[in-house]
């Protein structure tokens, strides 16, 4: 069975850091570019941050960009989302995918394949 998993959210204060996992089953990530997105209430789906298989392409949302940053190990068969200095607004479930074609343009978030995992639930308070 493919599928994705993400796990590593939590309940963290402003200014903490955190690093989601997303585990790749039943098939291979490398060859693939990795997005992560993310869902805050009554919102709809964003698209955070994107890596090609080769590390050669990325792309970073504005509101995320020198806090976050994404990280894959295709040994391990996983990527990676580290997140520091976080925020209240960065509270949401976070979602990763594999996208199609392996490259991230600035529509990325538009290329993700397959169907969505649970995601991880991120929440920043005090």
């Known amino acids: 069975q493919l599928r994705l998993v993400e796990s590593g959210g939590g309940l963290v204060q402003p200014g903490g850091s955190l690093r989601l996992s997303c585990a790749a089953y039943g098939f291979t990530l490398d060859g693939y570019a990795v997005g992560w997105y993310r869902q805050a209430p009554g919102k709809e789906r964003e698209g955070v941050s994107c890596?090609?298989?080769?590390?050669?392409?990325?792309n970073v949302a504005d509101s995320v960009k020198g806090r976050f940053t994404l990280l894959r190990d295709n040994s391990k068969n996983t990527a990676y989302l580290q997140m520091n200095s976080l925020k209240p607004e960065d509270t949401a479930v976070y979602y990763c995918?594999?996208?199609?074609?392996?490259?991230?343009?600035?529509?990325?978030?538009?290329?993700?394949?397959?169907?969505w995992g649970q995601g991880t639930q991120v929440t920043v308070s005090s």
């Open positions: 890596m090609s298989s080769s590390g050669g392409s990325t």
């Open positions: 995918a594999i996208l199609r074609p392996d490259f991230c343009s600035s529509t990325w978030y538009f290329y993700n394949i397959g169907s």
